[in-house]
């Protein structure tokens, strides 16, 4: 997967970096809560192949917990993740299917 660096959602230079994971990781929770990671796993990718897009481009990446699971169905369609401070480490684990 191709990553860009362009912006962040939380890019402000007072927000402490271990403040943004945090930030993030609250996503994961959210996208459990309410049933997110359902349509991240089965209808977007559903909709990618239906559509006959060529790439896939996610402003604003994060920690990468829905582009990834979006990229590991969908293997042979290029995905770029834009962010402007990366997390090369965690996008390793969550291709890899891992928390």
Request: net charge neutral; charged share 20%; aromatic share 10%.
């Amino acid at each position: 997967m191709q990553y860009a660096y362009h912006f962040e959602f939380c890019e402000r230079p007072e927000m402490p970096e271990w403040l943004r994971g945090d930030l993030f990781s609250s996503l994961g929770f959210i996208q459990d809560s309410f049933g997110l990671r359902r349509v991240l796993d089965e209808q977007v990718p559903q909709l990618v192949v239906q559509s006959g897009a060529a790439r896939v481009v996610e402003l604003g990446s994060g920690s990468g917990q829905g582009l990834a699971r979006v990229a590991r169905a969908l293997p042979d369609v290029p995905m770029l993740a834009t962010d402007k401070y990366p997390h090369p480490k965690l996008w390793a684990r969550r291709l890899a299917g891992l928390p």
